[in-house]
C-alpha cells in the first residue's frame, strides 16, 4: 500500500513544466481513469488536480516580455476554477427542456 505524500508540492514557475507528483498520487489518478479508486484515493487525486495541475490557487500573472507564460496560467486555472464550480456550487437540475434544445445545437434563453 502507497502511503500520501504529506508534504505540499510548490508550484513550478514555468506553467508548462509538469508539477511534482509522488507514487500515491500517481496510483491513485490511475485508479480513479480505470474506477477502482478508494474514497482516500479519490478525494487526493481530485485535489491534485485542482491544486497541482491546474494550479488554481497559484497567482497566473508571471512576469516576462511576451504574455505567453501568464495565459497558459490562466488557461489553466480556468480549467481548476470550473471543477471547483462543478463540484461545489453548480446547480444539477436540468431544464428537459434547455437539454433537449441543446441538443439541437440552439441556444436556449436564459
Known amino acids: 500500500m ?6 505540499p508540492f510548490k508550484p513550478k514557475k514555468d506553467p508548462l513544466a509538469r508539477p511534482d507528483h509522488s507514487p500515491f ?12 479508486a478508494d474514497e482516500r484515493q479519490q ?10 495541475i491546474a494550479c488554481t490557487y ?6 516576462s516580455t511576451n ?14 476554477q ?5 463540484l461545489n456550487e453548480a446547480d444539477i437540475k436540468t431544464d428537459k427542456d434547455k437539454a433537449a434544445i441543446r441538443k439541437l ?3 436556449p434563453d436564459v
Not at 502507497?2 to 508534504?7: A, G, I, P, R, T
Not at 497559484?58 to 512576469?63: C, G, L, T, V, Y
Not at 504574455?67 to 481548476?80: F, H, I, P, S, Y
Open 2 to 7: 502507497l502511503v500520501e505524500n504529506n508534504v
Open 25 to 36: 498520487i500517481v496510483t491513485a489518478l490511475r485508479a480513479v481513469a480505470s474506477g477502482t
Open 43 to 52: 478525494k487526493a487525486a481530485m485535489e491534485y488536480v485542482v491544486r497541482n
Open 58 to 63: 497559484d497567482m497566473a500573472f508571471r512576469p
Open 67 to 80: 504574455d505567453r507564460e501568464t495565459n497558459v496560467a490562466l488557461g489553466k486555472q480556468l480549467v481548476g
Open 82 to 86: 470550473t471543477l471547483v464550480w462543478l
Open 105 to 107: 445545437g440552439e441556444q
